[in-house]
Nanobody, 126 residues
Framework: QVQLRESGGGSVQAGGSLRLSCAASGAASARNTMTWFRQSPGKEREGVACFAGVGRTYYRDSVQGRFTISQDIAKNTVDLQMFNLKPEDSAIYYC????????????????????WGQGTQVTVSS
């Protein structure tokens, strides 16, 4: 059984920073592919950043250069450091786990992930 627990969400002003953390337990491990998604009201869930292994990280274009995904083996977490936040980054952020092969062409698809955390709210005000 897989357990994923997100933390670190909150409210910040535009230009601010937040760090999200996804703790994996049970059958999940931070060594597996872990991806952060987000979803705002009325919109599709979208992939934000993916950690598929050392040297294999993927980002959506709109967060490239502002967000960094990293793995902490000791804590068994995958973290998302977010800088220069914008109002359009506001959403519920979810971490997702998969045992499927993930590459640059399929990491964004929610259908490729087996398990999900409960989400954490990020609100960025202008």
């Amino acid at each position: 059984q897989v357990q994923l627990r997100e933390s670190g969400g909150g409210s910040v002003q535009a230009g601010g920073s937040l760090r999200l953390s996804c703790a994996a337990s049970g059958a999940a491990s931070a060594r597996n592919t872990m991806t952060w998604f987000r979803q705002s009201p009325g919109k599709e869930r979208e992939g934000v950043a993916c950690f598929a292994g050392v040297g294999r990280t993927y980002y959506r274009d709109s967060v490239q250069g502002r967000f960094t995904i990293s793995q902490d083996i000791a804590k068994n977490t995958v973290d998302l450091q977010m800088f220069n936040l914008k109002p359009e980054d506001s959403a519920i952020y979810y971490c997702a786990f998969t045992t499927q092969p993930i590459r640059n062409y399929n990491w964004r698809g929610p259908e490729n992930y087996n398990d999900w955390g409960q989400g954490t709210q990020v609100t960025v005000s202008s």
